[in-house]
């Protein structure tokens, strides 16, 4: 219930978080919307020295820049889902950061917090796989951007170094070609996706480009990409025999929810039938 | 630390370990019992406050986080909590559609369907339930609390309807 | 007893709205954890990670020198002070069981067992304390599994035992052999009541003073029985009862797990003795996973004997029940409150039943909301259904062949019990006219020739249950320590205003309301002239608590009975100062009338003053009004219903969606309708999240895999649709009220209507079982199972097979250890005996 005791660090900016963060090394941890950290630290699970918030680091926000998106790392999964411009854009983001937790968890969870965390199992990963998205590393030396297809490390790790902090996600802006779905497959409303598909599909009766994120189907977030190949100048009749296809070459984790066998049928029918409706 | 903090229109001044939660901070340095917790992995949502307005679960939210901002308990809800007259609509709908039973939930739960209300006026049954998901009730099975907060939306659109049915019922069945 | 109206008075059969509410939406409220007393300390229990292990050594220094400590304690040091924890239900003569101590000294039994406290100044430094202490483990064989802890040679649970076989408990009524020797079918199962973690709201918590409110020891305690605690804590620490006060403030629910008595209860009061300062102790969520009880986990082995048209001879039932570690307050007793129940609202001849009681290295299990009989009530719900598909008819019309005909009662049933009342059909009629049961099988037939992916199931179950826990013979007669009468007490105040007082103790039931409105009718004074209090030894010095559906039945009755004797003595003096005979004297709408000359009347609460004042009462008359009754019914009480739900299962995925829910429950009279329609959505949610969602689970190694509410899927708002109720009205003849209790019927009835319709929409693919909860995974897997034995209807079992060729890996049938599917999928096998 009651964390082990920590130093506080409220950085007013970017700038003063990765210096915190430089001088504390592997002790801190970043705190942003905190709904994975606060609860493992309440059981002890964490206990980190030094915690660094973010949230009032002017790091919130969403800008439009010509041909992308540039979200801040520190914008709440309620913001994200319920932006105008966003909607607008790449309302596949919205539509997935309104999945995420429920109201409470959203108007505190932040965009960067669900990536950083490195969570396969989480919503976000996915989506910003299939959107191929940017992410915006800030440390010491500088800035530098990562693609989000290389951003996912391991379980539980990311490219960000520990004396770096995610300051900002691009995404590209979605024109009417493309359409999209989600399915997260859930125990009960509030439960983790068992499994997770979304398909980010551009087409005119041809499937000029598809893409399927899988949620919690491996240790680190992937994309079908045998599924994807498959569907790539075929008519959308391709895609049952497409989506047959979305668990090969994965390694899905097993637990009471589902084993791996379970997982590989789950992420078939699930891209199946997201795939289907982002085309329909 | 400090922490400066405005509940229920009242400024707060008191120090605070970082590793103090806002509802310890609330349940034990002001005294606002009121505020619940069920769980330890933000689930239950009995802790439910508002933050600047806005619903958050106070048992993953920092007392220093909360430092010059604005919360709202269910203390603060009701213009004067101990006449139904001064009770928020949505007391009151709670009350009369007996959306409660052993009453653990409630707090949480009412703050969760005022922010819910506070977005969506007229929601539906599905939005109303799938608003109310972060709050867990052992009780109810949720029915009377949907049934709750479609009343107190009825009677924020000012058409009345938020008059109990079971009031004039005598007998179900 | 034909089925009639509720009787309406002027405050009882009507909807009030609930007295306790004003405090609870405002938060105005005193849970056991808002209480802070001056000097308190608080107390952490420090436990055991190991399912099964010797103690070796515990050191306590490294905690005794944080910051704020103010003592520690290992289990060897407290060994003198804090007894046992008390069973208080132990069902034969030769049960065997452990010692119970409230902190563990040689040997832990179960992750969770604590084996020691540190107590601080604040919760914090306690925790950060406890981390400090030091306990060295010797592991033992962790026994998990109840079938292989009673194999021979297996490992024992509790090493100061011999056996894992605590007792074994029959009961058997008439020629079982005959019932199934001459039997045309006979239908065998095997079911399994997966473990259920109950989940009150509110986490226990206790405080303990060693000067209260005034001289004598005070505990308050999240709990559902004060009475309880206050008798076995002064029994088992060894302290007068008369010094001991125990109080349950505002209780956030229990449902059966504050229906207890628990180590931090003991040792919160022992410690506070010790220490001459209050001590508080507060659960948090995930030790309250570990360290509060369990409920349910049994298997069961259940046969059933039928002739060729489907009426029912006899019933076999063998029980494995899932004691865990060690005996809690009624542990032993709770499949015992199943044995009488198996048999159903079914007429036969003979019944055997015979239980085992076995010891893990688990959690104990007690009493979870209906302890017993949901398990009885879902197999013998499901093997009816099973029947019915044996037979080739539809399970309702199975179900009517065989039920208790509304005239047959009062009726002497199979498992030794008399249903005093009861009409199944009635209930029924109104449940499928609600439903539409055959506008509903035809849309079902539709869509399974559709052959999509989504298919209907109906789900039936017409329950009975044994509740309103009283009859003390009874009770006495089964071991029970304790007897089952209730208690009230009517105070009439110089104002004409009432108090009431109850032995019951509700935490959530809204016992203010439905008491002031049996009060205001039978004393003829306003409702709100009425306040009722509970839950305080010091105030209600007798009672028996909340637990079992019992409150009504027997505390209303009781209540009841006191406002009679209110009455009786009022009368006498109103008819004394009228200048009346007494037997002129009438009473009705709160006034005493003169027969023949209503003008000359005086209000009950005229007469109370008078009687308070005491100027001008009849000779000899005590100046009181106030009285008390307890009450003992001389048998149970038995609501019925019938459920019917619709679902939807996603054959492709294995989720199952409940589209529709339909309840008509015979709760007899109701005092409040919208309380009565409370306590059935409330257990319908309970028994539909047993049948979907929960299930606790361990590994082989004796974790607890499912420990918080992350992994144990207490469903929220979006799991369930909008239950649409009903009831009929069949008043129980066992108490003057004629009601039945409704705490536990939808929770009885619930699980198995809701898996006969998750079967009822797969069983063209060839399932006829699914494992608890019917998650995707266990529906996929029956499904696959289903495939691979070639069970389906033709076309439909090549469908299912090619989904399994095509999406499964070639190891698809494993199970992988860790989840449910550890439980072996059980003997389904239907053989058909006699010359059928």
């Known amino acids: 219930m009651i964390p082990a005791s920590f130093d506080y660090v409220r950085a007013g900016s970017a700038e003063e978080a990765v210096a915190a963060l430089v001088e504390h090394g592997d002790e801190a941890k970043v705190l942003a919307g905190g709904h994975s950290l606060i609860p493992m630290m309440r059981l002890r699970l964490a206990v980190p020295e030094v915690l660094v918030d973010i949230t009032e680091a002017g790091l919130a926000g969403i800008t439009d820049a010509g041909d992308h998106l540039v979200i801040g790392a520190a914008t709440t999964h309620h913001d994200v889902a319920t932006d105008k411009v966003i909607e607008t854009h790449c309302g596949v983001l919205a539509h997935v950061a309104a999945t995420i937790g429920d109201p409470q968890v959203r108007h505190r969870g932040t965009i960067g917090g669900g990536l950083a965390h490195g969570d396969s199992a989480g919503d976000l990963p996915a989506v910003l796989l299939a959107l191929e998205g940017t992410m915006v590393v800030q440390g010491p030396g500088g800035r530098r951007t990562v693609p989000a297809s290389e951003f996912f490390v391991d379980y539980l790790e990311t490219a960000v170094a520990a004396d770096e902090l995610l300051v900002e996600v691009h995404v590209p802006k979605l024109d009417d070609s493309w359409g999209w779905d989600y399915q997260k497959f859930t125990r009960v409303a509030q439960a983790w996706a068992t499994v997770g598909a979304l398909a980010l599909v551009s087409s005119n009766g041809t499937i000029s480009d598809a893409r399927v994120g899988l949620t919690h189907m491996g240790s680190v977030p992937i994309r079908a990409s045998a599924t994807e190949a498959a569907l790539a100048g075929q008519s959308t009749d391709a895609i049952a025999d497409a989506a047959a296809r979305a668990a090969d070459d994965t390694d899905p984790p097993s637990d009471l929810n589902a084993d791996a066998d379970f997982r590989r049928h789950l992420a078939t029918v699930l891209s199946r039938r997201a795939l289907e409706a982002a085309v329909g | 630390m400090q922490v400066n903090v405005t509940v229920d229109g009242t400024a707060h001044s008191n120090e605070a370990e970082p590793r103090q939660l806002l509802v310890q901070h609330l349940r034990e340095t002001l005294g606002l019992t009121g505020v619940n917790v069920g769980c330890d992995t933000s689930n239950c949502g009995a802790c439910t406050v508002h933050l600047d307005g806005r619903s958050v679960k106070s048992c993953t939210v920092l007392a220093v986080q909360a430092d010059g901002h604005e919360v709202t308990t269910i203390h603060g809800l009701a213009t004067d909590e101990t006449t139904e007259d001064g009770w928020h609509p949505l007391q009151t709908a709670f009350h009369e559609e007996h959306g409660l039973q052993c009453g653990y939930c409630t707090p949480g739960m009412i703050m969760a369907a005022a922010d819910l209300l506070a977005e969506n006026p007229d929601p539906s049954e599905e939005e109303i339930r799938d608003g109310l998901e972060g709050n867990l009730c052992r009780c109810t099975g949720y029915v009377n609390i949907v049934r709750a907060v479609q009343a107190a939306a009825a009677a924020g659109n000012g058409d009345g309807s938020s008059v109990s049915a079971h009031q004039a019922e005598e007998v179900s069945a | ?836």
């Not at chain 3, 307050?329 to 709770?334: A, E, K």
Request: with cysteine.
């Open chain 3, 1 to 836: 007893m034909t089925t009639t109206e509720n009787p309406i008075q002027a405050n009882v059969g009507r909807t009030r709205l609930r007295k306790e509410d004003a405090r609870l939406v405002t938060g105005r409220t005193n849970f056991t954890d808002d209480i802070r007393l001056p000097g308190m300390v608080h107390m952490v229990v420090v436990r055991s990670p190991m399912a099964h292990a010797k103690v070796t050594n515990v050191d306590l220094t490294g905690a005794l020198d944080m910051p704020g400590v103010v003592a520690a304690f290992s289990g060897a040091d407290l060994a003198d002070d804090a007894g046992g924890l008390p069973c208080a239900w132990p069902v034969t003569e030769d049960m065997v069981a452990p010692e119970h101590k409230a902190l563990a000294i040689d040997e832990v039994a179960y992750v969770g067992d604590g084996v020691a406290v540190v107590l601080a100044s604040t919760a914090a430094e306690a925790v950060d304390a406890a981390e400090r202490v030091v306990v060295d483990y010797d592991p033992l064989p962790a026994v998990v599994d109840m079938k292989a802890a009673i194999a021979d040679g297996a490992d024992l649970a509790q090493s100061t035992l011999d056996t894992n076989v605590s007792y074994r408990w029959p009961l058997a009524n008439g020629d079982i052999d005959a019932a199934f020797d001459g039997a045309d079918v006979v239908v065998e199962r095997e079911f399994v009541q997966q473990r259920l973690i109950p989940s009150a709201m509110e986490p226990r918590a206790v405080v303990a003073a060693p000067m209260g409110v005034s001289d004598e020891l005070t505990v308050w305690s999240a709990t559902q029985v004060p009475h309880f605690v206050r008798v076995f804590l002064a029994a088992v620490i060894g302290i007068d009862e008369q010094n001991l006060r125990v109080i349950a403030p505002d209780v956030g629910g229990g449902f059966g797990s504050k229906l207890d008595i628990y180590a931090e209860e003991i040792l919160a009061l022992v410690l506070a003795q010790k220490l001459g300062r209050p001590v508080k102790w507060t659960e948090t969520r995930s030790e309250g996973f570990q360290a509060t009880i369990h409920g349910r986990d049994q298997v069961q082995k259940i046969s059933l004997a039928m002739d060729a048209d489907g009426r029912f001879r006899g019933l076999k039932v063998d029980l494995l029940a899932d004691m865990g570690a060690y005996m809690q307050l009624l542990t032993p007793g709770i499949p015992i409150l199943g044995a009488f129940m198996y048999s159903g609202i079914y007429k036969m001849d003979a019944y055997d039943f015979s239980c085992r009681g076995v010891f893990t290295n688990k959690t104990p299990t007690d009493a979870y909301r209906g302890a017993g009989r949901p398990e009885a009530t879902f197999a013998i719900e499901r093997i009816v259904d099973e029947a019915a598909h044996e037979l080739g008819v539809d399970p309702m019309e199975l179900r009517k062949r065989n039920w208790i005909q509304h005239d047959e009662f009062p009726y002497e049933m199979i498992g030794t019990l008399t249903f005093d009342s009861g009409n199944y059909e009635a209930a029924t009629a109104r449940a499928i006219e609600m439903f539409d049961y055959d506008g509903r099988r035809a849309e079902q037939a539709n869509r399974r020739d559709s052959g999509g992916t989504k298919q209907l199931g109906i789900g039936i179950s017409t329950f009975t249950e044994m509740c309103g826990l009283a009859p003390s013979r009874v009770l006495g007669n089964l071991r029970y320590v304790a007897g089952g009468w209730e208690y009230a007490q009517v105070r009439m105040l110089f104002s004409g205003k009432v108090e009431v007082i109850t032995g019951t103790s509700p935490h959530g039931q809204g016992h203010d309301t439905a008491w002031s409105q049996i009060a205001a009718d039978a004393l003829g004074v306003p409702f709100e002239d009425i306040i009722v209090r509970h839950g305080d030894t010091a105030v209600s010095h007798r009672g028996l608590d909340t637990y079992g559906s019992r409150s009504l039945v027997v505390g209303g009755a009781a209540l009841a009975a006191a406002c009679g004797k209110v009455v009786e003595k009022a009368r006498r003096v109103a008819a004394h100062l009228l200048e009346a005979d007494e037997d002129d004297v009438e009473f009705s709408d709160g006034a005493f009338r003169v027969v023949g000359s209503p003008e000359t009347s005086m209000t009950m609460q005229e007469v109370s003053t008078a009687t308070f004042v005491a100027h001008d009462l009849p000779d000899g008359m005590e100046p009181s009004l106030d009285s008390d009754a307890s009450v003992d019914p001389d048998n149970f009480s038995y609501p019925h219903g019938t459920h019917l739900a619709l679902v939807e299962v996603d054959t492709e995925t294995g989720q199952v969606e409940l589209l529709d829910y339909v309840s008509v429950d015979d709760v007899g009279n109701v005092v409040n309708p919208q309380i009565v329609e409370g306590q059935v959505h409330g257990g319908l949610a309970q028994g539909i999240a047993q049948a979907l969602y929960e299930g606790a689970v361990y590994d082989q190694a004796g974790n607890l895999q499912t420990g918080s509410f992350v992994d144990y899927y207490v469903p929220g708002a979006p799991d369930f649709p909008t239950f649409r109720t009903d009831r009929t009205v069949t008043p129980a003849t066992t108490n003057d009220l004629g009601v039945k209790g409704v705490g536990e019927a939808g929770t009885i009835a619930s699980t198995p209507a809701i898996i006969n319709g998750v079967i009822d929409a797969v069983r063209h693919l060839g399932v006829n079982e699914v494992l608890m909860p019917a998650s995707p995974r266990n529906v996929w897997t029956a499904i696959q199972q289903a495939a691979a034995s070639g069970s389906a209807d033709s076309d439909d079992a090549q469908a299912a097979a090619a989904v399994q060729a095509d999406d499964a890996g070639p190891d698809a049938a494993a199970a992988d250890n860790a989840g449910q599917a550890q439980h072996a999928a059980g003997d389904t096998g239907t053989s058909t005996g006699g010359d059928a």
